[in-house]
């Protein structure tokens, strides 16, 4: 094997997905503690309360706090090199975690025991599906009180349509776990006090599902329902298939408790085993696999100002193929230009480092001036393609933004349009409309504060905003192509004709029954969700 390919199938990244508060961050915390990346459990925690919800802007800024600073999480475990993409939770925000979604080959799913799977996860786990990516999933929170296994499984059958293996298996009724039995190995694992609080791995005692002390321990009922359940599993349950795990058709589930260390190893080291190393991508060009030795890789989120005192810019790129070397010139495809990749940022918790060398699988960050746009394709100049686009997403609210002061245009112009670049809003001109103001597009309310916070605390801007009457956009096109302008269409005036940045015409209209008239009328018109291919 090649470095190249020894460097690769080393390497593991994922996102974890899950509802807020099903604990994504405290197994985050759990497994970078197990990775050595820090010693005690703790810092990501005490900075997501010391940031707890003073108020709705503090709640952004605790966002940004973490999606800013443990962007991704790099540690070494096992032999493998671990990459975690962080999610933020906020459902708002999920734009820009269907983007991080785009850069992992694996997902872990989180559901709380308790609650199961619930709204934000049923979104996330769809955009994964649709990328037939393997989901691993984990069920938190053990150490309560929780729904029934076999419920679990059958929610999880019909909220999200996947069916899945557990690989270990609560004991305990009525919702009530004194640890877990392990199918592959026939053991039993049981909880043992938790003396640190969570801060420190905890000891567990393992038995033979045979050993008497086991049935001892555990008790004669649970001991006998938990006979009852293995059985159940073996002969009905469904057979372990690798080939459907890698299609995303069946999840390996697991169960533990993040907070009291309890199951949380035993899963890391069952991920990182099963999971798949970095996996080809598809181009212009056809598969990029990752062992092919020319270097190319995607921009998958911007941010901005992440030290608002100096307004830098980073670009985050997903290496797909070849080795990464600081310093090395690539040839930025939307740009139609070479760019020299000077100073790569690599993240580790919350210090930056300066890295040399990455491979694919690997994030870095870039310092960016400007260049770069959401899911821009870097590749060498010897080989030119594009990767497939990402996914857009049609925006569903809308309002006129202006500079309260017009004296201070300028900024707002310019950070208006970072914020568009950085996908965190998208951006219209009504036609025929003057300069001073913009239409604003979100697919929800909070990324409207966003950016009126956004502006007023890193561009020095207060802003006017009026919503508009509109929850639906289209991107318009003639059949036989003749350019589409307000005059050309009939019922224009029954919504807003816009024009995205890239000066494609959009209507923006009130519902859909509105858009039925516009099609009925015009009928050569083609209406698209998304900008249409030219
Ligand atoms: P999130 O990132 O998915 O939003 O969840 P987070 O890890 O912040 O966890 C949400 C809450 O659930 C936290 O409690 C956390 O301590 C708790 N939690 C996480 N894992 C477990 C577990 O295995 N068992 C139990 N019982 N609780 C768990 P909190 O009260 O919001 O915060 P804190 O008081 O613990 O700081």
């Not at 150490?143 to 609560?170: C, H, T």
């Amino acid at each position: 094997m090649s470095e190249l390919q020894t460097e690769i199938q080393k390497r593991r990244t994922f996102a974890i997905i899950s509802h807020p508060d099903a604990g994504k961050t405290t197994l985050t915390e759990k497994l970078l503690l197990y990775g050595g990346a820090i010693h005690l459990a703790g810092s990501i925690k005490s900075r997501k309360t010391q940031r707890h919800a003073v108020s709705d802007w503090m709640e952004i800024e605790k966002q940004r706090g973490i999606s800013v600073t443990s962007s991704v999480l790099q540690f070494d475990y096992a032999g493998c090199r671990v990459n975690i993409l962080d999610t933020p939770g906020h459902q708002d925000f999920s734009e820009d975690t269907y983007r991080t979604l785009m850069a992992v080959d694996s997902a872990v799913m989180i559901i709380d025991v308790a609650k199961g799977v619930e709204a934000q996860t049923k979104k996330l786990f769809k955009v994964c599906k649709q990328r037939h990516i393997p989901i691993f999933t984990f069920v938190n929170k053990l150490d309560r009180y929780g729904k029934a296994p076999l419920e679990l499984m059958e929610e999880i059958e019909d909220v999200l349509g996947i069916r899945s293996y557990p690989m270990n298996w609560p004991i305990g009724t009525d919702g009530h776990y004194k640890g877990i039995y392990h199918r592959e190995t026939g053991k039993v694992e049981l909880f043992s006090e938790d003396t640190s609080h969570g801060q420190e791995e905890r000891e567990s005692i393992i038995y033979d599902l045979n050993d008497p002390k086991a049935k001892e321990t555990i008790g004669e009922d649970i001991y006998q329902a938990l006979l009852d359940d293995i059985d159940l599993l073996d002969v009905a349950g469904e057979e372990w298939s690798m080939e459907k795990v890698n299609k995303g058709e069946l999840t390996p589930m697991f169960f533990g408790s993040a907070m009291t260390n309890f199951g949380v190893r035993g899963f890391l080291e069952e991920y990182l085993r099963l999971a798949p190393p970095p996996q080809p991508r598809m181009s212009s060009d056809g598969l990029i696999q990752p062992d092919d030795e020319k270097f190319s890789g995607f921009v998958f989120k911007i941010q901005a100002n992440m030290n608002p005192a100096h307004h830098d810019r980073l670009s985050f790129i997903r290496i797909c193929s070849g080795k990464f070397e600081r310093g090395m010139s690539v040839y930025h495809m939307q740009g139609g230009k070479s760019v020299k990749l000077a100073q790569p940022q690599q993240f580790l918790a919350q210090d930056r480092q300066i890295i040399d060398t990455a491979y694919p699988g690997d994030i870095v960050g870039l310092f960016d001036p400007g260049i770069f746009g959401i899911g821009d394709t870097l590749c060498m100049p010897s080989h030119k393609f594009k990767f497939a686009d990402f996914p857009v997403f049609p925006p569903e609210r809308f309002a006129r933004v202006s500079a309260k002061d017009t004296m201070k245009r300028k900024q707002f112009v310019k950070g208006i349009m970072q914020l568009t670049q950085e996908g965190a809003v998208q951006l219209f001109q009504q036609a025929g409309a003057g300069m001073e103001s913009y239409i604003v597009g979100t697919v929800g309310q909070l990324q409207f504060d966003v950016l009126e916070y956004r502006l007023k605390s890193e561009y020095n801007t207060e802003i006017v905003m009026n919503m508009q009457p509109f929850e639906v956009a289209r991107w318009l096109r003639f059949k036989d192509n003749r350019p589409v302008t307000p005059e050309a269409l009939r019922g224009a005036d029954r919504g807003m004709f816009v024009y995205d940045m890239k000066e494609r015409p959009v209507l923006l209209v009130s519902n859909e029954w509105a858009l039925g008239w516009i099609q009925d009328n015009n009928p050569d018109l083609e209406l698209f969700h998304v900008p249409p291919e030219k």
